[in-house]
């Protein structure tokens, strides 16, 4: 790893070439690889030599882009993934099984909720939640025996809530367990959770760090700093059968973590992302540094804007100074948050309605966090599974409306709102 400044890794790290192979990096459309003997993919099999084999494990685009978010985030390996939901999923069920119990923070994104409130519960994994502004005491309370990991967002998606990651991280440590971050809002650009005592970042590629909206994705970066010897996870610690016996913590020091997650669950589950949505994930990587620099002037602008609104019943915005997240946000994010914005307008939920549907460029899709200004209605599309006390916990009130500013200029942006003001 190069000792390059963040916006400079976006671009350089993880694909090198040699003297005469393309400047930019290759889609290696192939599902396999050829060697010259049996025995030495046999080698590879048994995890004794690196190499490629299958598709499925591993492939040579997507490993490049591996290292490059590794890089930016500081870890020390990363594994690519079909969708960020399966990064969650694949982030906890790596180190929990039936009968084990995951801490998390209410105020998550809503497939995640779902994730360990339903199905990880159907798996007989189960959970408790806490608020993220909980009390170090509530956090306590929160632990039992049986704890595997702490699960929260950085920056949760849609309340912009701000995670007290070191906070988080001692907790977690002092109970034996990893925190697991979900750092999609943020992006490595702007928060860097490894730096606050995380263990294990999980991202939502489909949303900054593509850009475009263009691939689903997601990623698990480890960084290698956990150490997993304390008797409560002997999935890394004891021999592995389907492996002859391999001990990951033996065999792969401190990066068992992030080896296991491939050479077992990804190996079994299959969520392997695609080597042509690595290469457009890789595109979108390449200019994040500068994207993410004006979806936060442009967000901030766009928030100053709302907060001296009369038609706007409250804003949040990290970034503003009214926000209770504000302190905490300048702390774990001092160069800036995101590009998502919420507030809410006074007359509720069909003011919220009448203002979205009189926007003209800012377009109403499920999707967030690209360069194209989008807005939703979380508790009637993304959140509506919930019931108004979970909503309440998750911090989404019925008139929330998420907005998602893009980079576009910030002048036509704010037009389009105030004139859909006008009609809310
Ligand atoms: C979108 C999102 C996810 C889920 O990612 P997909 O790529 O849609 O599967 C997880 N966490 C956060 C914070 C998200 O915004």
């Given at each position: ?212 909206a ?138 919220a309605t009448r203002f979205m549907d009189s926007l003209k460029m800012a377009s109403i899709v499920t999707h967030v966090?690209d360069?194209r200004t989008c807005v939703l209605h979380p508790?009637s599309t993304t ?18 409306i998420r907005f998602s500013?893009g ?9 389009d709102v105030?004139?859909a003001?006008?009609?809310?």
């Amino acid at each position: 790893m190069s000792e390059y400044r963040i916006d400079t890794k976006c671009i350089q790290e993880g694909y090198s070439p040699k003297n005469g192979e393309p400047r930019v990096m290759p889609i290696v459309q192939s599902t396999t690889y050829t060697y010259d003997s049996s025995q030495a993919m046999g080698d590879l099999f048994d995890l004794k030599a690196d190499g490629f084999f299958y598709t499925r494990l591993a492939n040579p685009t997507l490993d490049a882009v591996e290292k490059k978010i590794a890089a930016l985030e500081g870890g020390v390996g990363a594994m690519l993934t079909s969708s960020g939901q399966a990064a969650s999923l694949i982030s906890m069920l790596n180190i929990c099984h039936a009968g084990d119990h995951v801490v998390a923070s209410s105020a998550i994104y809503g497939g995640t909720f779902n994730l360990i409130f339903k199905t990880m519960q159907e798996m007989g994994i189960e959970s408790t939640f806490v608020s993220p502004g909980c009390s170090r005491e509530e956090l306590q309370a929160a632990f039992r025996p049986n704890t595997r990991c702490v699960f929260a967002e950085t920056l949760s998606n849609p309340s912009l809530v701000v995670t007290d990651i070191e906070m988080f991280a001692e907790e977690a440590h002092a109970h034996g367990v990893p925190l697991i971050v979900d750092n999609t809002f943020p992006t490595p650009i702007n928060c860097r959770p490894f730096e606050f005592g995380a263990d294990i970042v999980t991202h939502s590629t489909s949303k900054y760090m593509d850009g475009h909206a263009v691939q689903l994705g997601g990623v698990i970066v480890d960084s290698g700093k956990f150490d997993w010897n304390n008797g409560k996870f002997p999935m890394l610690t004891q021999p592995d059968e389907s492996y002859h016996g391999i001990v990951y913590t033996e065999k792969f020091g401190n990066a068992a973590y992030i080896v296991k997650a491939r050479t077992h669950l990804m190996r079994d589950l299959g969520a392997q992302a695609s080597p042509q949505n690595a290469f457009l994930l890789n595109l979108g990587l390449e200019t994040l540094a500068l994207r993410m620099e004006r979806h936060c002037s442009n967000a901030m602008k766009v928030a100053q804007f709302l907060e001296n609104h009369e038609k706007v019943s409250w804003v949040n915005f990290p970034g503003l100074e009214s926000s209770p997240y504000h302190a905490l946000a300048q702390k774990y994010m001092p160069n800036g948050t995101c590009g998502v914005v919420s507030f809410g307008v006074k007359g509720g939920r069909e003011a919220a309605t009448r203002f979205m549907d009189s926007l003209k460029m800012a377009s109403i899709v499920t999707h967030v966090a690209d360069l194209r200004t989008c807005v939703l209605h979380p508790a009637s599309t993304t959140h509506r599974q919930m019931n108004d006390e979970q909503l309440a916990e998750a911090g989404v009130t019925p008139d929330l409306i998420r907005f998602s500013v893009g980079i576009e200029n910030p002048e036509d942006i704010i037009e389009d709102v105030a004139q859909a003001l006008e009609k809310a």
